[in-house]
């Protein structure tokens, strides 16, 4: 094995997302945007098809297109994004849906697409993406009338529950809605673990399907093995790595791996305690992290492994995104490309 190994667990994947639909009552679709999260979102859709789902969500037409060629033409695909310019041909001979998100979109759909499935994307706060309270107002009745499949909105603060901005959006989402006879989606992964009232028609998880926070029960679904390139013995005082951040205190065995920042192991995670796993046993990663390399401080081991984990069941993605001061999302969509990638399940 010459480069790193990224294992990725298709049945854990599968099994994380039926373990999300048994929370609630409704249906619960699959958010694979990203490219599945950085995972792909063909393989990651088959899966999850295979598993129960029905419907995906992607941010952009040519993300549906994509999954659509991987998947086929059983499961229903929407896009976060809606309808823009140029998207007509995309949504139509792909059967992709888009959530529309303005007035605008709305009239452009229309008027492209007469006929073809819509959904709406409300604002309830976020004010990131959809119609706003007033907009609603003024187009629901010509909206409605043109028979929607799906009305939703989107959480900002779902990853804390004590969070006082979930029960207000749910307050609006709920003064926008209640009443009309449309499926209804408010939540992503925080929404389904906030509760039943934050469920109604539909579901949409995203990272709790691929074994990220806030989905604390998720099965780990990546795994990633650094390849051991050289061994060395250093001496108390020597130093390590880029600007010697790191200097020994006693006789070390350093292992250099191959894989650093250029493979999405962001720099910053090096100085945040993270270790790479062997015989068990957690080696600290000392020194700086570099593009293609980073050292392990082996000293500890019974022998030299051919390779070190680095993201397992122990060290998820989120403990290294703590480490680098960020989120699991932005670890698991930086993964690089040159990892051998392998599919199980
Ligand atoms: C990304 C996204 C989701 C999925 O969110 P997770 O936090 O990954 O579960 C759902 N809905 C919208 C609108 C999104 O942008």
């Given at each position: 094995m010459s480069t790193a190994k990224l294992t990725i667990d298709l049945d854990a994947l599968a099994t994380n997302w039926r373990s999300l639909d048994a929370k609630t009552n409704c249906e619960t679709a699959a958010v694979v945007k990203a490219n599945g999260y950085g995972l792909d979102a063909g393989r990651a859709g088959k899966a999850l098809a295979n598993a129960g789902a029905r419907n995906f969500f992607v941010a952009a037409a040519e993300e549906g297109v994509a999954l659509r060629r991987a998947v086929g033409p059983g499961v229903g695909i929407s896009v976060f994004?809606?309808?823009?310019?140029?998207?007509a041909r995309l949504l139509r001979d792909f059967n992709l849906t888009p959530m529309l998100n303005s007035v605008d979109q709305m009239l452009r759909h229309f008027e492209a697409l007469p006929g073809h499935a819509f959904g709406i994307q409300l604002d309830s706060?976020?004010?990131?993406l959809g119609m706003e309270r007033g907009e609603w107002a003024a187009v629901a009745e010509i909206a409605l009338g043109q028979g929607p499949v799906l009305i939703m909105s989107h959480l900002a603060?779902?990853?804390?529950?004590?969070?006082e901005m979930n029960a207000r959006q749910l307050r609006e989402f709920r003064e926008l809605?209640?009443?009309?006879e449309v499926p209804r989606s408010l939540a992503a992964t925080g929404g389904i673990l906030l509760?039943?009232?934050?469920?109604?028609d539909l579901c949409r998880p995203g990272i709790g399907l691929y074994g990220?926070?806030?989905?604390?029960?998720a099965m780990p679904v990546v795994s990633l093995d650094l390849p051991v390139i050289q061994v060395r013995e250093v001496m108390p005082g020597e130093t390590v790595g880029y600007s010697n951040t790191w200097t020994a205190a006693r006789p070390s065995r350093i292992a250099t791996v191959a894989a650093g920042y250029a493979d999405g192991?962001?720099?910053?995670?090096?100085?945040?305690g993270i270790a790479a796993f062997a015989e068990g046993k957690a080696c600290p990663i000392v020194g700086r992290v570099s593009m293609d390399l980073i050292t392990i401080d082996?000293?500890?081991?019974q022998a030299v492994p051919e390779s070190l984990s680095l993201l397992n069941a122990a060290q998820t993605v989120d403990v290294l995104a703590d480490a680098a001061g960020t989120i699991g999302y932005e670890i698991l969509t930086s993964l690089g490309h040159r990892y051998a990638r392998a599919y199980r399940g």
């Open positions: 994004s809606g309808h823009m310019e140029e998207d706060g976020m004010n990131r603060c779902a990853d804390e529950p004590d969070h809605t209640d009443g009309i509760g039943a009232d934050y469920h109604f990220g926070a806030p989905y604390a029960e192991l962001i720099r910053a995670m090096g100085s945040g082996i000293t500890d081991l």
